[in-house]
């Protein structure tokens, strides 16, 4: 979105609810809400004793551990693409 | 790495020490975790009456919508790489 607008949407992550304040849609806060939800569903099946507060930082770390291997990846290709620029 | 191999290592995320178990380096998994450590901070210093377990939710929530950005960066830098290659 552009300028400073605001969304503020209140969304349901692992049963409680969060107001998230954004500059993007609330159809894009609302995708990020469940892809939390879902990962937290996820880790919490395959270890159920996880009190929720080492669930939500086990979350964050298995989302960090993806997105460094995205960036590695997308690095990887923007130089590919510069390579063929040239 | 390669194969089954397994790398355990232990790493202080927000005070807390965390085992972690996975495929990558060791060097890798204490990247990732600083990375989790320094975004907690980060949203602390902004929302500081949080509590760790609401905190933690917001990082995973904040660290899902830049993977989601990066993504849509990743598959229109592809689409780019293809149109050359056409």
Known sequence: MSG???T???VDIYG???KIVGTESTSHIRL???IVDDKMREISKKNPYLD???LAVLTAVNIVNEYV???EEYEMLEKKLHQ???
Chains 1, 2 share one sequence.
Do not use: F, G, H, M
């Open 4 to 6: 400073q607008d605001k």
């Open 8 to 10: 503020r949407a209140t």
């Open 16 to 18: 409680q609810p969060y």
């Open 84 to 86: 063929k620029e040239e």
């Open 69 to 71: 291997k995205l960036k």
């Open 32 to 34: 990020v809400a469940s």
């Open 52 to 54: 929720i507060n080492k």
